[in-house]
């Protein structure tokens, strides 16, 4: 078995579980455009009036993300592991910003859409779709391409919610949900700063607790 590994720059820090081959960094990618349900960059200039549901009834960014999707099953066979890290930037520049979005039912719908698409472009190959849970959030970027929206406590909530969104949407359909989450945070919630490069990204230090989510979920 091989494991395929396809995220936003969150993906980089698998690469000290299943090497640099392994590891598909494709961008500042979002959870919501990975679902194909059309909430990207562009989604998210529309004005405050419109609704939580409208920017979930998007579908303009589907088709790209289908050929995104071409190329991230590439080389996979039946028997391989491809997974998904997405959902860091939904955290920090939009949910919270998008209050509506934190609403359960809401969180379940991203979560349930978003596994649908990794089963999807696993098929095609046999391969075993995975997801990671989101990583803790932090105060640490600065990007003022991707701006931190809501307090840190806002953040860590919305973190948590999703990653429990996720983690029931991998028990209903029998996908594998590698818990980083849980291994890498403190105990208010964050991001533990002692294993991170930035304050933001995973560094080497946390390879250890990368390769045991990996290993509880099955996939190393």
């Excluded at 939580?52 to 066979?77: K, Q, Y």
């Excluded at 997405?86 to 998008?98: A, K, P, S, Y």
């Excluded at 391969?127 to 849970?133: D, H, M």
Aim: net charge neutral; aromatic share 4%; hydrophobic share 45%.
């Amino acid at each position: 078995m091989s494991v395929k590994v396809v995220g936003d720059s969150h993906s980089r820090a698998f690469r000290g579980v299943f090497g640099d081959p392994a590891v598909s960094w494709v961008g500042p990618v979002t959870m919501h455009r990975v679902a194909g349900l059309g909430w990207d960059r562009r989604a998210t200039r529309r004005t405050s009036a419109d609704s939580a549901e409208d920017l979930l009834a998007a579908h303009e960014w589907l088709d790209e993300t289908g050929r995104l999707g071409e190329r991230w099953s590439d080389g996979l066979r039946r028997g391989d592991v491809l997974l998904l890290v997405f959902g860091e930037i939904d955290v920090r520049c939009h949910l919270v910003r998008l209050r509506a979005l934190t609403d359960a039912a809401v969180t379940a719908r991203l979560a349930g859409a978003y596994l649908a698409t990794a089963e999807a472009l696993s098929a095609a190959t046999g391969a075993r779709p995975a997801v990671s849970s989101v990583v803790p959030a932090s105060d640490a970027s600065r990007n003022p391409d991707f701006p931190r929206h809501g307090s840190l406590a806002e953040r860590k909530a919305v973190t948590a919610a999703l990653n429990a969104a996720l983690a029931e949407a991998c028990l209903d359909r029998g996908v594998a949900f590698v818990d980083v989450f849980s291994r890498v945070s403190d105990a208010s919630g964050g991001l533990r700063q002692d294993l991170t490069v930035d304050g933001l990204h995973l560094s080497g230090a946390a390879v250890a607790q990368l390769r045991a989510a990996a290993a509880a979920a099955g996939v190393l």
